[in-house]
């Protein structure tokens, strides 16, 4: 991150999501491939990795913009988003790009 | 200009709240050429801190125009003797002097102030104001804890020489680190962390505070009538009590994986409770792991000055504090600040998307050394020194000690340190709005 955080680098760190190997066979997709990742509050794609550590079930995107998009502002009180932890859907994206930061900036600044 | 190699020892290292204090750099001219002993993260802050720079901008029909540094001040200024309710935030990437002035703005401007604390350790706060503090310093781990844990916490990627500054290696009574020490991960996923330590315990995701319950009842005696716990079987758990009250110094670092998962600031208080609970065995405290490395200061900073830690308001003319009503990320989500004043931070980048959306309907000023995805979206941007590198300042520590930060080299021509444009500001604001 301290590379800047509007170039390629910052992108390839934060706009993915880990999952474990049975994860990508039930998907059909192979690992670097686009997946769309799903919540009540909205989806985003973005590059899915192998977690040779993961188990089912649970995944992982690092904190940044992209795992914003589909977080609930909502802080129960406390100041704070449920940062880590949130239930999602997680599908095969073929074809879709992942956003650069600024069109997910204007995806968070102008959608619904 | 003079191109000899300069050497500078003892640098400390401004990018986590690890602040690491043995750094050595050499310089070349205004060049920062090698940095020794500093872990990845800090060698790309040290020696990449050149590139990426912002320059004064203000927007005009929508594209960012450059101006001068006091135009851009002049324009701050503006928008925020207009505002109603500006909130000013960030600060945690910044040194200590530069938080009085932001203070002393919100306060002059009747606004908000709150720090990135908010969305960190912000529960870590709430669960100490009602529990109370088991602290320690991170010298008494090294010389003496015989059993470290890492909740929700994965140093090896967050803070990189934590573990080999602190735990693996030798202290005054803990000979051998790899023998008479024991690292224990507790974590929802197998991380790097929880692959090199002694013990890694696997607990459901949401469910520590189910976890922090058990092991409570488990070491005040209670026996449990459930076959597991948050995955974990009723036999670890057994084993885990046993290893915790056998422990002579133990220290608990835990991190965002406790504080921003389900259960939030109940999680801290539970575990503060659990501590103070295995305290009647042996010596434990606990210690959050700051990300940013001053985000300890941003606390103590405005708790000497506000009275509060974070999420303080202005609007009466004397400082509130309301965590959930006050905190940045509700107080956008709601839609009420009309302004922003963030230095030192990204929130654009780390808020939900609500609070963004909002941060581009009204005027941000955006004081930042680099660009970043808040200064796509600031109304104005100005240019700061980076602390710690290009200024001097004073930070804090994640264990509460105060370090002075040093200058090792000067700021791109024409560029102030943070607390020098919040003065200007300041002085500015003072004379417009008295
Ligand atoms: S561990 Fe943190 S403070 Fe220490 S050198 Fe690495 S980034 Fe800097």
Redesign the interface.
């Given at each position: 991150?301290?590379?800047?955080?509007?170039?390629q680098e910052y992108i390839d760190a934060v706009a993915i999501c880990e999952i474990d190997k049975s994860t990508f066979a039930a998907l059909g997709v192979e690992e670097g491939d686009p997946v769309r990742i799903e919540t009540v509050?909205?989806s985003v794609v973005v590059r899915s990795s192998l977690?040779r550590?993961?188990?089912p079930g649970?995944a992982?995107i690092p904190?940044?913009?992209y795992a914003?998009?589909?977080?609930?502002?909502?802080?129960?009180?406390?100041?704070?988003?449920?940062?880590?932890?949130m239930d999602a859907k997680i599908l095969p994206a073929k074809g879709e790009s992942i956003l650069t930061?600024?069109e997910l900036?204007k995806t968070?600044?102008e959608?619904v | 200009m003079n191109q000899e190699t300069q050497v500078f020892d003892h640098i400390i290292c401004p990018f986590c709240g690890c602040l690491c204090d043995d750094i050595r750099l050499e310089v070349q001219g205004n060049k920062i050429t090698k940095n020794e002993l500093g872990c990845a993260i800090s060698k790309a802050k040290f020696l990449s801190h050149h590139e990426d720079r912002i320059s004064p901008t203000i927007r005009r029909n929508g594209t960012h125009v450059e101006v001068s540094l006091y135009e851009a001040i002049g324009r701050a200024v503006e928008i925020l003797a207009s505002a109603k309710r500006p909130l000013v935030y960030g600060l945690s990437s910044t040194e200590n002097d530069a938080h009085r002035e932001a203070y002393k703005i919100a306060e002059t401007t009747g606004g908000v102030v709150d720090n990135t604390s908010s969305v960190c350790h912000g529960p870590t706060i709430l669960g100490v104001q009602e529990s109370g503090e088991a602290a320690g310093s991170l010298a008494e781990v090294k010389h003496r804890a015989d059993t470290v844990i890492y909740w929700g916490s994965n140093p090896q990627f967050a803070h990189p020489r934590h573990i080999s500054r602190y735990v693996r290696v030798q202290g005054e009574y803990i000979k051998d680190p790899k023998a008479d020490r024991k690292i224990w991960v507790f974590d929802i996923r197998k991380t790097i962390t929880a692959n090199m330590a002694d013990e890694f315990v696997k607990i459901e995701p949401g469910k520590d505070l189910e976890f922090i319950g058990a092991l409570r009842a488990l070491v005040r005696g209670h026996p449990l009538d459930f076959e597991e716990v948050a995955g974990v079987s009723a036999r670890q758990l057994a084993e885990i009590v046993e290893a915790l009250k056998a422990t002579k110094y133990g220290i608990l670092f835990f991190g965002l994986g406790l504080t921003q998962s389900t259960g939030r600031h109940r999680n801290i208080d539970a575990a503060i409770r659990l501590v103070q609970d295995l305290n009647s065995f042996g010596k434990w405290n606990m210690m959050p792991m700051r990300g940013h490395f001053n985000v300890a200061g941003a606390n103590k900073t405005s708790t000497w000055q506000t009275g509060y830690p974070f999420a303080v308001d202005y609007a009466r003319g004397y400082p509130r504090y309301q965590p959930g009503e006050y905190t940045s990320v509700d107080v956008l989500a709601r839609g009420e600040a009309d302004a922003m004043l963030n230095i030192a931070a990204d929130p654009a980048a780390h808020f939900p998307r609500q609070a963004v959306k909002h941060m581009s309907t009204i005027p941000v000023i955006n004081i930042d050394p680099k660009r970043n995805m808040t200064s796509l979206i600031a109304e104005v941007n100005i240019p700061a020194a980076l602390a710690g590198i290009e200024c001097d300042g004073a930070a804090v520590r994640m264990d509460g000690l105060p370090l002075y930060l040093k200058k090792v080299i000067d700021p791109p021509d024409g560029v102030l340190p943070d607390r020098d444009v919040l003065r200007m500001i300041h002085d500015k604001l003072k004379k417009e709005v008295g």
């Open positions: 991150m301290e590379l800047g955080k509007l170039n509050l909205g977690d550590r993961a188990e649970v992982f904190c940044g913009p914003n998009v589909i977080l609930d502002s909502d802080t129960l009180e406390s100041g704070m988003p449920g940062y880590k932890t930061t600024e900036l968070m600044t959608g | -």
